[in-house]
């Protein structure tokens, strides 16, 4: 696994690790303190358009990822994993309110404007 993380913030990667809390090796967001690697960040920079969307789409597959762990009581001890996962599924919907989601989302809708000449302005999510 390909994982390199810059604290300046000068790429688009390392401004997406940053807000995914992703940017020390073998200690990451993912279930057993996994990482993305860099190949999953530059493609989901590319196919969301922005490192804004991209860091939307980061929150949303650590939501998913998280959602299949249980929560469990032993001893007096309770730990909850769904608390995880509906963590990250808030910050992954106010990332792609603020950045847009002009882009695939989790159910694979796509926003798009009609260009026919009747409704230029409005896109397909204010129709709903």
Known sequence: MIFSYGNS???DADK?????????????PLPADGN???DEINGLITVEG???RAVAACFERLANAWAKHVNFSADGVSVSQSS??????DQAAKWRREAGSGSVSQSGAVAMTRVDGYSDDVTNEDTE
Do not use: C, K, M, P
Not at 16 to 28: K, L, S
Not at 84 to 89: D, F, K, S, V, W
């Open 84 to 89: 995880t996962a509906a963590h990250y599924r």
């Open 36 to 38: 993305f690697t860099d």
């Open 16 to 28: 997406v690790r940053f807000y995914i809390n992703d940017t020390e090796y073998e200690a990451g």
């Open 9 to 11: 913030l000068t790429t």
């Open 50 to 52: 922005s490192w804004q």
